[in-house]
């Protein structure tokens, strides 16, 4: 069964800083693709940052400079530094983790407040 727990969310004030980590188990294949996906209230789900196996990245425009992404592969783990955090960071954060670019498998999420 597969398992991507993630953790490292919460609040924090505009300005501040936040680590996400994402444990992977379980999965069938072996992993391309780690990425991170947020929501916000009442907008749609969106891509944050990628990277894949071969070491390319990929950020949204709204967090290029300001979250980075890396993993570590005998870990299975994937992890998000975001500095400089906005109140429009605003969102559940999830961990995907894929065989190739598209999502295999979501992480249930994890809340990230970022008040003014």
């Known amino acids: 069964q597969v398992q991507l727990v993630e953790s490292g969310g919460g609040s924090v004030q505009a300005g501040g800083s936040l680590r996400l980590s994402c444990v992977a188990s379980?999965?069938?294949?072996?992993?391309?693709?780690m990425g991170w996906y947020r929501q916000a209230p009442g907008k749609q789900r969106e891509l944050v940052a990628l990277?894949?196996?071969?070491?390319?990245?990929n950020y949204a425009d709204s967090v290029k400079g300001r979250f980075t992404i890396s993993r570590d592969n005998a870990k299975n783990t994937v992890y998000l530094q975001m500095n400089s955090l906005k109140p429009e960071d605003t969102a559940v954060y999830y961990c995907?983790?894929?065989?190739?670019?598209?999502?295999?498998?979501w992480g249930q999420g994890t809340q990230v407040t970022v008040s003014s």
């Open positions: 995907t983790m894929s065989q190739n670019i598209v999502p295999n498998y």
């Open positions: 379980g999965t069938p294949f072996i992993i391309n693709a």
């Open positions: 990277t894949t196996s071969g070491g390319s990245t």
